[in-house]
C-alpha cells in the first residue's frame, strides 16, 4: 500500500475502535459511577504512554522535559474531566445526542482560536460557525415542549473539548507530539485518582471484561491514531472524526434503542458540514502562511 493508503487505514481503525468504545462506556455509565470508569480508563491510558515514551528514540527523560509543562498537566486534567462528563452525558442523555453536539466542537475552537492563539477568523469561517451554530439548535430544540435540561452535559462536554483542543494547538508550538501525549495520559491518571477511588464499585465478572476491552480499545486507538499521523497529515485525519459521530449513532439507535429525530438528524448533518468547511478553511491558512514562511 502507499504510505497515504496505510495512513487512512490506521486512522479508520482507530475511529471504529473509538466509536465502539464509546458504546462500551455508553453500557458502563449506566450502571457504575463515570468517574470510576474513567479512572480505570486512564490507568491504562497513563500506563501506555509511559511505555511509548520510554521506548522512543529520545527516552522518557527528553519526552517529559515539556517547556510548558503548567500547561500540558493542565491539558490534562481538563480531559480526564471531559471524558467523565463524556461518559455521564452518554448514559443520561444517550449516544446520539453527545455525538450530534460534539460534533460542533471545530466551531467553539474556531471562536477561541482568535483570542486565545491569536488567529485571524475571516468572514467565510464566521458564517460557517454561525451556520453551525443554528445547527446546534436544530439538535437541542430549545422551544419543544418536553425540552430536557440534561442537555447542558453535552454542551458542557463540547465546551470542555473545545478548551482542551485549543490547549492542544497552545502547547504543539513549544512540544513535541510526544511530549503532550505523555502528559495527557499521565497528569489525567494522577488527577482523577485524588477522587476515583472514592467511587470504586464492585464490577460483576462480565463488566470486568468490558471493562478489560475499554482500556485495551483505548490503548490500541490512542496508538493507531498516532501511526496514522506518522503518514497523514492532522489536517486530513481530523474530519475523519465525523465518521465516528455517525457510527456512535448507528450504535445508539441499533444497541441502545436511541431515537434520532429529524431535526437531530438535520442540525448534525449541517453541524458536520459547516466544521469540515472551517476545518477546511484553516488548512487553506495554513498552506498559505507556509508559503509566505518559505
Given at each position: 500500500?502507499?504510505?497515504?493508503?496505510?495512513?487512512?487505514?490506521?486512522?479508520?481503525?482507530?475511529?471504529?475502535?473509538?466509536?465502539?468504545?464509546?458504546?462500551?462506556?455508553?453500557?458502563?455509565?449506566?450502571?457504575?459511577?463515570?468517574?470510576?470508569?474513567?479512572m480505570i480508563r486512564f490507568w491504562a491510558f497513563a500506563g501506555f504512554a509511559l511505555v511509548l515514551a520510554s521506548r522512543s528514540s529520545v527516552g522518557l527523560g527528553a519526552t517529559?522535559?515539556?517547556?510548558?509543562?503548567?500547561?500540558?498537566?493542565?491539558?490534562?486534567?481538563?480531559?480526564?474531566?471531559?471524558?467523565?462528563?463524556?461518559?455521564?452525558?452518554?448514559?443520561?442523555?444517550?449516544?446520539?445526542?453527545?455525538?450530534?453536539?460534539?460534533?460542533?466542537?471545530?466551531?467553539?475552537?474556531?471562536?477561541?482560536?482568535?483570542?486565545?492563539?491569536?488567529?485571524?477568523?475571516?468572514?467565510?469561517?464566521?458564517?460557517?460557525?454561525?451556520?453551525?451554530?443554528?445547527?446546534?439548535?436544530?439538535?437541542?430544540?430549545?422551544?419543544?415542549?418536553?425540552?430536557?435540561?440534561?442537555?447542558?452535559?453535552?454542551?458542557?462536554?463540547?465546551?470542555?473539548?473545545?478548551?482542551?483542543?485549543?490547549?492542544?494547538?497552545?502547547?504543539?508550538?513549544?512540544?513535541?507530539?510526544?511530549?503532550?501525549?505523555?502528559?495527557?495520559?499521565?497528569?489525567?491518571?494522577?488527577?482523577?485518582?485524588?477522587?476515583?477511588?472514592?467511587?470504586?464499585?464492585?464490577?460483576?465478572?462480565?463488566?470486568?471484561?468490558?471493562?478489560?476491552?475499554?482500556?485495551?480499545?483505548?490503548?490500541?486507538?490512542?496508538?493507531?491514531?498516532?501511526?496514522?499521523?506518522?503518514?497523514?497529515?492532522?489536517?486530513?485525519?481530523?474530519?475523519?472524526?465525523?465518521?465516528?459521530?455517525?457510527?456512535?449513532?448507528?450504535i445508539g439507535v441499533f444497541v441502545f434503542d436511541e431515537v434520532l429525530t429529524p431535526n437531530m438528524i438535520a442540525g448534525c448533518a449541517v453541524v458536520i458540514c459547516?466544521?469540515?468547511?472551517?476545518?477546511?478553511?484553516?488548512?487553506?491558512?495554513?498552506?498559505?502562511?507556509?508559503?509566505?514562511?518559505?
Amino acid at each position: 500500500m502507499t504510505p497515504r493508503a496505510t495512513g487512512l487505514c490506521f486512522s479508520l481503525s482507530a475511529i471504529f475502535i473509538f466509536a465502539m468504545q464509546d458504546g462500551i462506556s455508553r453500557h458502563l455509565g449506566g450502571a457504575y459511577p463515570p468517574v470510576f470508569i474513567a479512572m480505570i480508563r486512564f490507568w491504562a491510558f497513563a500506563g501506555f504512554a509511559l511505555v511509548l515514551a520510554s521506548r522512543s528514540s529520545v527516552g522518557l527523560g527528553a519526552t517529559a522535559a515539556a517547556k510548558r509543562r503548567g500547561l500540558q498537566i493542565a491539558r490534562g486534567v481538563l480531559l480526564a474531566v471531559q471524558i467523565v462528563v463524556s461518559i455521564f452525558s452518554f448514559s443520561k442523555v444517550g449516544l446520539a445526542t453527545t455525538h450530534s453536539l460534539y460534533a460542533g466542537t471545530p466551531l467553539i475552537v474556531a471562536c477561541l482560536s482568535m483570542p486565545f492563539l491569536g488567529e485571524k477568523v475571516g468572514r467565510a469561517r464566521w458564517i460557517a460557525t454561525g451556520i453551525g451554530f443554528v445547527g446546534i439548535l436544530l439538535i437541542v430544540n430549545p422551544l419543544h415542549a418536553s425540552f430536557d435540561a440534561k442537555i447542558a452535559l453535552p454542551l458542557f462536554g463540547m465546551m470542555l473539548f473545545a478548551a482542551y483542543s485549543v490547549m492542544t494547538r497552545l502547547a504543539s508550538r513549544t512540544d513535541t507530539a510526544g511530549t503532550a501525549f505523555l502528559y495527557t495520559g499521565v497528569a489525567g491518571a494522577v488527577a482523577i485518582s485524588v477522587v476515583g477511588p472514592f467511587y470504586w464499585t464492585h464490577l460483576t465478572p462480565g463488566d470486568w471484561f468490558w471493562m478489560l476491552v475499554l482500556c485495551v480499545s483505548s490503548t490500541c486507538g490512542h496508538y493507531l491514531l498516532i501511526r496514522s499521523l506518522e503518514y497523514l497529515d492532522a489536517v486530513v485525519v481530523q474530519p475523519m472524526y465525523y465518521i465516528q459521530t455517525v457510527l456512535v449513532c448507528l450504535i445508539g439507535v441499533f444497541v441502545f434503542d436511541e431515537v434520532l429525530t429529524p431535526n437531530m438528524i438535520a442540525g448534525c448533518a449541517v453541524v458536520i458540514c459547516a466544521g469540515i468547511f472551517i476545518i477546511w478553511r484553516e488548512a487553506m491558512a495554513g498552506r498559505a502562511r507556509a508559503a509566505l514562511e518559505a
